[in-house]
């Protein structure tokens, strides 16, 4: 079976998006790149069922290479990143909070200074039909110089280096338009409007995070299982 550990990546992911409270149903998808195959999930299909085998691998031209089951509806869209972009995972969802969001405003403003992880203020994308080749660059205008984005009366989209870092900032970005839209509502309720952080601000938090974040030293990693007798 070809990409049998991204494969089963892509299945632990997807059977988090219902827990993780990112999809309802069988909506959202994600897929990650490898070299010249985009392994992604398929189509319609409940993810508690999902295994390694049913995930689907395409080429870049959506071709079905390996899988027995469609690719995700939302292929253009993976598609369109990959062939754009430097990024090596999509991940789509129908988070409630950003898809509520979706629908008031064209942007999420620098409402918190995690919109750096993003590169900035988030674009809300026109809407289009799901699936459609208009969907997929309608996304990627938006998506230009950032990390994600919301797409109109639908949903939201995060990219990354990784499938776990796309995957964590679908949930930054659920929390920072779950702030917004409670924002939004208090100060409403007193004639206020939620304060924005200046653009100079969010360059400043971006260069700080190009150095932040730690990993677990050599002599404190988990063993890999290998003995050397004895």
Known sequence: MKLERERAEVVRYAQSLRPDGLVVGTSGNLSIRVGDLVVATPSGLDYDALT???????????????????????????????TTTAHQSVVHTHATAAAAVSLLVDELPSIHYLVALFGGAVRV?????????????????????RTGA???NHGTVTVGASLAQAYTLNHYLEWLCEVWLRASTAGGAMGLRPRELPPEEIERVIAKFATYGQAVPVDQAE?????SGG
């Open 52 to 82: 390694p085998e049913l995930v689907c691998v395409c080429d870049l031209e959506g071709r079905l290479v390996e899988g027995p089951l469609e690719p995700t509806s939302e292929m253009p869209l993976h598609l369109s990143v990959y």
């Open 125 to 145: 994308a026109p809407y289009a039909t799901y699936g459609t080749p208009e969907l997929a660059s309608s996304v990627i205008e938006a998506l230009e110089g």
């Open 150 to 152: 919301l797409m109109a």
């Open 223 to 227: 063993p890999s299982g290998e003995t």
